[in-house]
C-alpha cells in the first residue's frame, strides 16, 4: 500500500530540516485517512479512527462507541419531540440515540467488565479491497500539505524576525504598476504607492526595499514593501554610519517626500561625536550614497535642538533668517525672512515650509520684512 522507505525518508527529512515531529505527521496521516474511510464506507454519526503502522504499512481502522445510559441520550425521537414540546430541554443536554455512535452502557459491560458511562469502546472495521489506492493517495495529500504548511511557518518565522528591515531581490513581474520581487523564498510586493515617483524597474533587475509588513494571507506568506517608507530612509543611513545603528547618535524626527526631498533631525549620546557629520560621512560620501539609492533625492540633515525657535531655524535652511516668534500654547512660529530669502524657506511648491514645519511638529508663519505672509501647518 505504501512505500515505507520513502515515507520514513520523507518524515525524517521533515522532522530534522523544518522542525515537524515525526509523530504529529503521523496523527494527521491517520486523521486523513480515517475521514477518506468514512466518505467512502461510513454511515452517518460514526467515529472513524484510523492506525496506521509505520514499520508494516498496515492501515487498521476501527469503530469508536461511547457508551451511555438514558440520562445521556434519548432512544427514539418521541420522546425527545414530547420533551422539546414539555420544554424540559432547556437544561437537557442529551441527544438522540444512535447505534453507529453510542452503546448502551449493559450492552458495554457485557463486552467490557467495567465499562462506565463515557468510555469508548473500539470495534475493528472490516477492510476495503479498493482502499489501498484511496489510503496511499490521502498519505500523499497530507504530507505534501505538511511541507506546504513548514515551509509557509518557516517563511513567516524568517521575515517576519526581518519586518522592519532592508530586504533585496530581483524584480519578477510587474503588474498594475505594483512590482512583484523575488526574495528567495518569498514574493514581496511593492505597490505603486510604496515607490520612489519617477522611478522604473526592469525585470530580472535588483531593487532594495523597506519591509513594513509580512502577512499571512489564504494565498501564502505576502511581504509588503516600500522604498518611499521614511524608515526606509533611516535604514539606509544604519547601513552607512555605525554611530546611528549602535545608538550613539540617533534620529529624532524625519520628514520626507519620497524622491523629492527629505529633512531628518539628529542628535547625540556623547559630546565628542558630532551626529549631522556622522551622516554625512567623510567628503558627504555617506549622505551620497544614501542619495544615490534614492535617484537623487535631496536630503537635509540637521541638529535636532530641544529649544524651538533653534530647531525651528535649522528645519527651515538653507534659507537663513532673521527673526522668529514662538506661542508655546499653540505651538505656532512666526518667522520673518529678508526678500531675498522668501522664495529659499519656502522652497519650490511650498516643499521647504511644509517639510520644516512637519519635522518639527509646528505651524510655521513666514513672511519676509516687507510684510509678505505665508502660513503652514505641520
Not at 467512502?40 to 492506525?51: D, P, T
Not at 557629520?277 to 534614492?294: C, K, Y
Amino acid at each position: 500500500m505504501f512505500d515505507l522507505k520513502v515515507i520514513n525518508s520523507v518524515l525524517d527529512q521533515l522532522e530534522e530540516e523544518r522542525g515537524i515531529p515525526k509523530n504529529k505527521v503521523i496523527e494527521a496521516i491517520e486523521m486523513a485517512l480515517a475521514t477518506a474511510y468514512k466518505k467512502e464506507y461510513g454511515k452517518r454519526g460514526q467515529i472513524i479512527r484510523a492506525i496506521f503502522d509505520l514499520q508494516t504499512g498496515a492501515v487498521n481502522m476501527n469503530q469508536v462507541k461511547i457508551v451511555v445510559d438514558d440520562t445521556k441520550v434519548f432512544m427514539d425521537k418521541k420522546s425527545l419531540e414530547e420533551a422539546v414540546e414539555t420544554a424540559e430541554e432547556k437544561d437537557d443536554d442529551r441527544v438522540l440515540f444512535n447505534p453507529e455512535h453510542h452503546i448502551l452502557l449493559p450492552n458495554a459491560q457485557k463486552i467490557k467488565k467495567d465499562a462506565v458511562v463515557g468510555d469508548e469502546l473500539i470495534f475493528p472495521l472490516e477492510s476495503k479491497g479498493d482502499y489501498g489506492r484511496i489510503a496511499s493517495q490521502t498519505a500523499k495529500q497530507v504530507i505534501m500539505q505538511k511541507i506546504r504548511e513548514a515551509e509557509r511557518s518557516s517563511v513567516l518565522k524568517e521575515f517576519g524576525e526581518r519586518e522592519g528591515d532592508i530586504i533585496s531581490g530581483t524584480v519578477q513581474r510587474i503588474e498594475r504598476g505594483n512590482i512583484f520581487i523575488d526574495v528567495g523564498r518569498a514574493v514581496g510586493i511593492l505597490p505603486y504607492e510604496e515607490q520612489i515617483p519617477g522611478e522604473r524597474f526592469n525585470q530580472g533587475e535588483r531593487v532594495r526595499a523597506y519591509l513594513y509588513k509580512v502577512e499571512d494571507s489564504p494565498k501564502g506568506v505576502a511581504l509588503r514593501l516600500s522604498r518611499s517608507h521614511p524608515r526606509f530612509l533611516i535604514k539606509l543611513f544604519e547601513n552607512e554610519a555605525p554611530e546611528l545603528a549602535n545608538g550613539t547618535i540617533e534620529i529624532k524626527s524625519i520628514a520626507r517626500e519620497a524622491g523629492s526631498r527629505s529633512k531628518i533631525a539628529v542628535v547625540s549620546n556623547d559630546n565628542y561625536i558630532d551626529p549631522v557629520g556622522s551622516l554625512v560621512g567623510q567628503r558627504g560620501i555617506r549622505v551620497a550614497t544614501v542619495t544615490s539609492e534614492l535617484g537623487g533625492e535631496k536630503i537635509d540633515i540637521i541638529e535636532w535642538s530641544e529649544n524651538p525657535a533653534e530647531f525651528i531655524e535649522d528645519a527651515l535652511s538653507p534659507a537663513k533668517i532673521v527673526s522668529i516668534e514662538i506661542n508655546e500654547e499653540n505651538r505656532e512660529a512666526s518667522v520673518t525672512v529678508s526678500e531675498d530669502q522668501q522664495s529659499l524657506a519656502i522652497g519650490k511648491g511650498g516643499q521647504n515650509v511644509r517639510l520644516a514645519a512637519k519635522l518639527t511638529g509646528w505651524r510655521i508663519d513666514i513672511k519676509s520684512v516687507e510684510g509678505e505672509k505665508l502660513e503652514v501647518d505641520e
